[in-house]
């Protein structure tokens, strides 16, 4: 296992520089250029703009400048935020913990519809109940998460006025309240990232379910007297979360532009807003370096998918 | 030839004219029939249909223009002047939906053809050739699958946004760069479809025989194996077509796609989130519009699924 471990880290580690070699080739071939306002200004001498560019190494050949990057990005070197005079790295790691919890809550939310529901329409298919999950998990899969985030606001905060709908960090309550508040105002965005990775979960684990089910070593696990629960939940469940996890591990890079857009709207302070506000404030070194931590998330998060498959399959990490 | 025999062979080839008719349509009619047995594809495909007519059409008829500004209407509901309502500036929502969900509709459709281009040349060249190309493609295909999307494409909205606008104007050089950006980085899942295709079709005996009669590569490629792979790719092409469209929704959606002045339903719904309290329905249809064009276009995905898959057995 620990074999298995160090090789998936070691498989990790080019994935990275493959992204950063992505997101450096566009900022390269971007247009404009880091020292534009200096070079309208005339009041900037030629001579001193030319000091400037060598002194930060903007001259020399860009598969260096691709190294000195990506190393002092590796060292937790990001530079500084244009807007707030912030180091970009104080500044993500204040907002990245906000993220992680409602990201992480979602998928907790999500797996908790999907897995009952999806076990359920799975052993009872065509079934009243799985005809009525299968079509609100379509329903759920194609609803954007911008338009439920709108609808949950109208409804429960609008119409009903029972939750908040702006997310405050600066909550003056103290002791249980502050906890009651905080509860309460992250209900809305787990529940609208949450529901929508559970719709497209759900279908995972049916159909994942429904190939096992029918399997025989399910008939011989039924056969030899084992109850219905131990033969579904050892048995069956753990073969088909291999496929889920695997399709779950794909969808990703997709969970986080559900949280960019969550965070936007119901302006929860993680990093996806402050990706936003930077990009609508020209603020380069965040928006590059909150891409990069973006990635990283994704490389680690398949890495956990690559444990998981571990421990549920023991044959691959002999392999 | 004697004239009553002609006559006899024109009478034999009349009646097998319509058999050899039905038989040269019958992979596309099966096809179509089997698209008929899922029940909410084919109203998924009817509602699809309603919606690219009236967003065709719709401005021919009704022509209230979407710029119109009138403050004495502004944000009012559903009436028989508007009958979607205003927006803050008293602008008709109809006129402004039919216009941009042209837009919308168009963004999806451009780029998931570039999508299944790029995806189909990636995935049939990996999986022809082998070896080593095949190698570096697919680690290539997994890189980008490792690519956190949004993100990167505010970033490429946000560093190449000016340039493309001050080339091609402001309408096309935002429409040319998010369907760029969206079309190339949804290629990834087409491109493993099609490798995965080729891999088992270069080994059957058709694609043998064409070989041993001499076809070169690209003709093998082109008239043998492709037409064979293409049923996976028409359905991941059609989901590309609902992702595209919610792509392009959230770009707008967080103010960074299309400008004010080219109303896609993502924008209008930007427009609409801070008036939510007193204006529910300027966010309520644009909302709806995207979310039944992405429902009806998912429904015909798996329809054609189901209807494209010989494997599986339809009663």
């Known amino acids: ?319 | 030839m004697t004239p009553p025999n002609g006559a006899a062979s024109e009478a034999v080839a009349h009646a097998l004219a319509p058999a050899r008719a039905r038989r040269t349509a019958s992979l596309w009619s099966e096809g179509w029939r089997r698209f008929r047995k899922h029940r909410l594809a084919t109203f998924g495909a009817a509602a699809l249909a309603v919606m690219v007519i009236a967003v065709a059409a719709g401005p021919l008829v009704y022509r209230v223009p979407i710029d119109e500004i009138d403050f004495r209407a502004k944000l009012k509901g559903p009436s028989r002047a508007h009958p979607l309502g205003t927006d803050d500036l008293g602008q008709d929502l109809l006129a402004r939906m039919l216009y941009g969900g042209r837009i919308s509709l168009a963004v999806g459709v451009t780029a998931m053809l570039i999508a299944i281009t790029v995806g189909t040349v990636v995935g049939a060249t990996a999986g022809h050739l082998g070896g080593a190309s095949d190698h570096v493609l697919m680690r290539l295909t997994d890189l980008f699958l490792c690519l956190p999307q949004l993100p990167l494409l505010l970033l490429l909205v946000y560093l190449f946004r000016d340039t493309l606008k001050n080339v091609l104007g402001p309408e096309m050089g935002v429409f040319v760069l998010v369907v760029i950006v969206i079309g190339g980085l949804r290629w990834m899942p087409v491109a493993r479809l099609v490798r995965a295709q080729f891999l088992s079709l270069r080994e059957k005996e058709f694609v043998e025989a064409a070989r041993s009669l001499g076809a070169p590569p690209l003709r093998q490629v082109i008239r043998h194996i492709l037409p064979n792979a293409v049923g996976p790719v028409i359905v991941a092409g059609t989901i590309d077509v609902a992702a595209a469209i919610l792509a392009e929704s959230s770009l707008s959606f967080l103010g960074l796609g299309f400008p004010p002045d080219i109303p896609t339903w993502g924008r209008i719904l930007f427009d609409a989130k801070d008036n939510l309290d007193f204006a529910p329905h300027w966010a309520i249809f644009p909302g709806t519009a995207i979310f039944l064009t992405v429902l009806s276009i998912n429904y015909i995905g798996d329809g054609l699924r189901d209807a494209l898959d010989p494997r599986k057995v339809l009663s």
């Open chain 1, 1 to 319: 296992m620990s074999k298995y471990l160090v090789r998936r880290v070691l498989i990790a580690i080019p994935v990275l520089a493959g992204i950063s070699l992505v997101l450096f080739t566009v900022l390269a071939l971007a247009p404009g250029d880091p020292f534009e306002e200096l070079a309208t200004n005339p009041n900037v001498p030629p001579e001193v703009r030319a000091n400037l560019r060598h002194q930060f190494g903007l001259d020399d050949p860009i598969p260096v400048r691709y190294v000195r990057w990506f190393t002092s990005m590796i060292k937790g070197d990001w530079g500084f935020s244009f807007v707030s005079r912030v180091d970009v790295g104080t500044l993500i790691m204040q907002r990245l913990p906000t993220t992680l919890w409602v990201l992480g809550l979602a998928q907790v939310l999500g797996l908790a519809v999907a897995l009952p529901v999806g076990i359920l329409a799975a052993r009872r298919p065509y079934s009243i109940f799985d005809q009525i999950s299968t079509t609100l998990a379509f329903v759920g899969f194609s609803l954007p998460t911008f338009f439920t985030g709108i609808l949950f606001i109208l409804f429960f905060s609008i119409y009903l006025d029972w939750l908040p709908f702006i997310y405050r960090a600066d909550i003056s309550a103290t002791g249980w309240r502050w906890y009651w508040e905080n509860a309460r105002q992250a209900i809305m965005p787990v529940a609208v990232l949450g529901l929508a990775q559970g719709a497209s979960m759900t279908r995972f684990v049916r159909s994942a379910m429904l190939e096992v089910i029918r399997l025989d070593y399910i008939n011989t696990a039924r056969s030899k007297g084992l109850s219905e629960k131990v033969t579904i939940w050892k048995h069956a469940v753990r073969n088909a979360m291999i496929p889920v996890v695997t399709l779950v591990a794909l969808q990703i890079p997709g969970i986080f532009t559900g949280a960019v857009i969550t965070e936007q709207i119901f302006r929860v302070p993680g990093i996806g807003s402050l990706l936003i506000t930077s990009i609508l404030a020209n603020d380069t070194p965040v928006i590059m370096a909150i891409t990069f931590v973006f990635s990283c998330l994704v490389v680690l998060f398949n890495l956990v998918a690559d444990l998981l498959y571990g421990w549920l399959d023991p044959r691959i990490s002999l392999r």
